[in-house]
């Protein structure tokens, strides 16, 4: 299992600080989420943050989730930034071939989103083109919402055609991922696990880190409780 603290929860008064906090803390990846004020009624930060924060959390994954309308332009940006794997929204339609290409000439992971209004069917075509498949749990744009509990049958769906089709593509959930949550999405398949506020909100981000791992093994004891590599 992977599990990735979104630095949208974090303290931005002390930034590196958090990505210290995270690379200390027993998790895999680090989440970072790119809101354009049009995609999405909200703004997060941008290429220069992701920069800047890159060589404190040297040993993590970086997984960067892009909700923007116009992502062709910010593939190189973030490329350059330190992203290891970048998530685009199927939402974009036609564009999203092209998009998907240009990420892996850029030589980094693949990531596809699916919003909780929009059915998984629509990302059925690009499953043996992407590295991750993020079914979004909650709508995006702000961090501490509640889990949308209807989003998990699209998870089961999707675990069901990874199996079918013998793919090996990761199965993302993000949006109001707590210990509860998180157990619940991997008893429908999912194994990566984005958790902002129940993470970077707690005392110890290690300890609560520690007790998502144990919550999620105890759901699914097939998923290893100790980190593995991206
Ligand atoms: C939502 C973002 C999430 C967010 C999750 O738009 O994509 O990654 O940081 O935050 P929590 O875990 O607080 O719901
Ligand atoms: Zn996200």
Known sequence: MIIAPSLLAAD??????????????GADWLHLDIMDGQFVPNISFGPAVVAAVRPLAKNLFFDVHLMCGR??????????????????????GEKVP???????LLGKKVGLAVNPPTAIAEAQPYLDKIDLLLVMTVNPGFGGQSFIHECVPKIQQADAWRREKKLSFRLEVDGGINDETAAECARAGADTFVAGTSLFGARSLKAAVTKMRKAVHAA????????VAP
């Open 12 to 25: 931005f008064t002390r930034l590196g600080k958090e990505a210290g906090r995270a690379a200390k803390s």
């Open 71 to 92: 992502p062709e332009i910010l593939l190189e940006p973030f490329a350059e930034a330190g992203a290891d794997e970048i998530i685009v929204h199927v939402e974009l």
């Open 98 to 104: 092209q998009l998907l290409w240009k990420i892996k």
């Open 220 to 227: 699914d004891p097939a998923l290893a409780d100790l980190a």
